[in-house]
C-alpha cells in the first residue's frame, strides 16, 4: 500500500521539500515504525536537488525504505528485511 495519488502522471508531480515547485524525479518510500504497519509506505517526492537532503532525514530517522524513479513508486520493493 503506498498513500501516493493513483492516476497522477510523473509530470504533475513536485518535489516534497519545503518551497520547491520542481518536478518530482524520485519517489523516496518510508515507513515509521512506530505508527506505520510494516508493509504500509508513505511516499515523498523529490526532485534531483533534493533527493539526498530528503534521503538523510528520513534516513536518520530510520525511515527510509528505497528511493525509485517516480515511474516506480507503486512497483513491489526490491530488496527489504
Do not use: Y
Amino acid at each position: 500500500m503506498t498513500d501516493s495519488v493513483q492516476g497522477t502522471g510523473p509530470e504533475e508531480l513536485q518535489c516534497s521539500a519545503k518551497g520547491c515547485r520542481a518536478d518530482a524525479v524520485w519517489a523516496l518510500r518510508w515507513n515509521n515504525p512506530k505508527i506505520h504497519t510494516p508493509d504500509r509506505r508513505k511516499i515523498w517526492f523529490a526532485c534531483d536537488e533534493h533527493r539526498e537532503s530528503l534521503s538523510a532525514f528520513l534516513g536518520r530517522r530510520d525511515f527510509l525504505k528505497d528511493v525509485v524513479p517516480v515511474a516506480e513508486r507503486d512497483a513491489p520493493a526490491r530488496n527489504e528485511d
